[in-house]
């Protein structure tokens, strides 16, 4: 318990520093998106592994119980503990993806209410995306 604690008291104490004033502004689209892509890729295949696992493992056991025979349990149980850590690692993943990689590097020109608005001479508070506010848009 003492190694453990070791290991993270100093990554709770660099994660308890001052934030950066301004996030990080990413110009990089393409890696972005390959980034996004290979998560997301590496995340619905481990989910699919672990919807596949959920589903042979009670048939496994049940096999094993008709022909009572332990290599079949210990088959079935091997895949409860694949899907025990393998879950928590797509978990992993699906947390990263959406706290750091949606959020930091998604490409956010021209998402605001009202950014396409300025760039156009005319505006009706009606449009798509000037719909938040009819004072968003204003003629330039």
Excluded: K
Excluded at 58 to 87: K, N, S, V
Excluded at 113 to 130: E, I, K, M
């Amino acid at each position: 318990m003492s190694g453990l604690l070791a290991v993270i008291t100093p990554t709770l104490h660099l994660l308890a520093g001052q934030l950066p004033a301004q996030a990080p502004q990413g110009n990089n689209r393409i890696a972005a998106q390959a980034a996004i892509g290979t998560f997301f890729s590496i995340h619905i295949l481990i989910a699919g592994l672990i919807s596949g696992a959920g589903e042979l493992a009670p048939a496994i056991e049940f096999l094993g119980y008709m022909r009572q025979r332990r290599r079949y349990d210990r088959l079935a149980r091997g895949l409860g503990h694949f899907m025990t850590l393998y879950f928590s690692v797509s978990s992993t993943i699906a947390i990263l993806l959406i706290t750091v990689l949606l959020v930091g590097f998604w490409p956010t020109s021209g998402t605001t209410p009202g950014s396409h608005c300025a760039a156009t001479s005319r505006c009706t508070w009606r449009s798509a995306a000037c719909s938040l506010s009819p004072h968003s848009c204003r003629s330039t």
